[in-house]
Nanobody, 120 residues
Framework: QVQLVESGGGLAQPGGSLRLSCAAS????????MSWARQAPGKGLEWVSGIYNDGSDTSYSDSVKGRFTISRDNAKNTLYLQMNSLKLEDTALYYC?????????????WGQGTQVTVSS
């Protein structure tokens, strides 16, 4: 069964950095695109970033473009999100998500989430 386990969240100051990780299992990781999504307090789920199965392309929401970097290590079945220049608005529960095919930003499974709190 598909399992996605996020880690790396925590407390950071504005302008700081955090690196999130997602350990994937239960499917052929290298055959699927992956995404990160987040949910801020009182708000709906927001797609943040996506990466093709082979890492040949990436995409970002306007709110994080230039600050966040998505990457993957298919040999380790792990997805990453490097978050730099963090803002208060980045505070949210961040989810790792499995894509529906090799090259899409839509997803069908997600993990339990890891909390990111940006505060001074």
């Amino acid at each position: 069964q598909v399992q996605l386990v996020e880690s790396g969240g925590g407390l950071a100051q504005p302008g700081g950095s955090l690196r999130l990780s997602c350990a994937a299992s239960g499917f052929t990781f290298s055959s699927y695109s992956m995404s990160w999504a987040r949910q801020a307090p009182g708000k709906g789920l927001e797609w943040v970033s996506g990466i093709y199965n082979d890492g040949s392309d990436t995409s970002y929401s306007d709110s994080v473009k230039g600050r966040f970097t998505i990457s993957r290590d298919n040999a380790k079945n792990t997805l990453y999100l490097q978050m730099n220049s963090l803002k208060l608005e980045d505070t949210a529960l961040y989810y790792c998500a499995k894509g529906t095919n090799t090259r899409t930003w839509e997803y069908d499974y997600w993990g339990q989430g890891t909390q990111v709190t940006v505060s001074s």
